[in-house]
């Protein structure tokens, strides 16, 4: 089983790599990190917490152009193409094929973040470099931590473009749906602390009523909010392990959940 899932996973990473849409989004992803270094000198009271910040910001920027335009297509494609019999007939469950894609687009997010992040920390260390004075608060050990967590947050993606390709055979659905779950999921818990204002029971009519909607969607949609650590490396703020572990744990469950219902789902689908 495990030797099925890896070999689907190998064959969709090769795919991914072979995308022309990767060269755009490197391409993009470099030139932001480039322009880091160029515009440092713009920002000389908080240089270092904008170095820091845009280079987080640039990072998970790129991962989900890499997730929205290419993980998709990914998930699309046999189905598209109609090789989705064929990749079936071969001794793959189609529990295995969910599992098996989903491990290669996290490959194919987790490569390419990790060759971005090298030329992210070349980028921090060459202004930290030439303009040392600003960053008396920066940890590389915060930094990094901050970048698994921009990455878990695009695996989470992938499960949820995961979950929705099971549902539809159109990617373009796939795409509506899984944007709509990630701008949902990042700006939900701004809201609901807004509506927990007084503030916000003057302004807004029916506040408490929309509020405790708005909770219960919390339960539905993965909160993308919570993996935001961006505001604690620029300004070098330590991080609680309880805070990280629960955080974490969160990520796995909700990953765990949603291919679990995408195998069920895929499985009973039926292919013209």
Request: with cysteine; glycine share 6%; charged share 15%.
């Amino acid at each position: 089983m495990i030797g099925r899932i890896w070999a689907l996973a190998l064959v969709t990473f090769k795919e991914g790599l072979r995308d022309r849409s990767l060269y755009g989004i490197f391409l993009f992803a470099l030139f932001v990190l480039g322009l880091n270094v160029l515009v440092a000198g713009f920002f000389m009271r908080d240089l270092g917490k904008v170095t820091v910040d845009m280079n987080l910001s640039a990072l998970s920027f790129a991962g989900l152009l890499l997730v929205f335009f290419i993980g998709i297509n990914l998930m699309a494609k046999d189905i598209d193409k109609k090789t989705i019999h064929l990749v079936l007939s071969k001794p793959f469950s189609r529990g295995e094929y969910i599992w098996g894609k989903f491990t290669g687009l996290v490959m194919f997010v987790g490569a390419t973040q990790l060759v971005l992040l090298v030329f992210s920390s070349a980028t921090v260390a060459v202004v930290r470099w030439m303009y040392p004075n600003f960053f008396a608060g920066f940890s590389w050990g915060i930094f990094i931590t901050a970048v698994f967590f921009v990455f878990l947050q695009h695996v989470l993606l992938c499960a949820i473009v995961v979950f929705f390709s099971s549902l539809t055979s159109s990617s373009f659905i796939s795409l509506i749906f899984s944007l709509a779950s990630y701008i949902v999921g990042i700006t939900l818990e701004e809201v609901v602390f807004y509506l927990r204002t007084p503030t916000a029971n003057e302004e807004v009519a029916g506040a408490e009523f929309l509020q405790r909607s708005l909770e219960v969607v919390t339960w539905l949609v993965p909160n993308f909010a919570a993996f935001d650590f961006k505001l604690e490396a620029a300004h070098g703020l330590a991080l609680e392990f309880s805070h990280l572990g629960v955080t974490f744990g969160y990520a796995c469950l909700y990953i765990m959940l949603l291919l679990i219902l995408a195998s069920v789902i895929f499985s009973r689908r039926e292919f013209n």
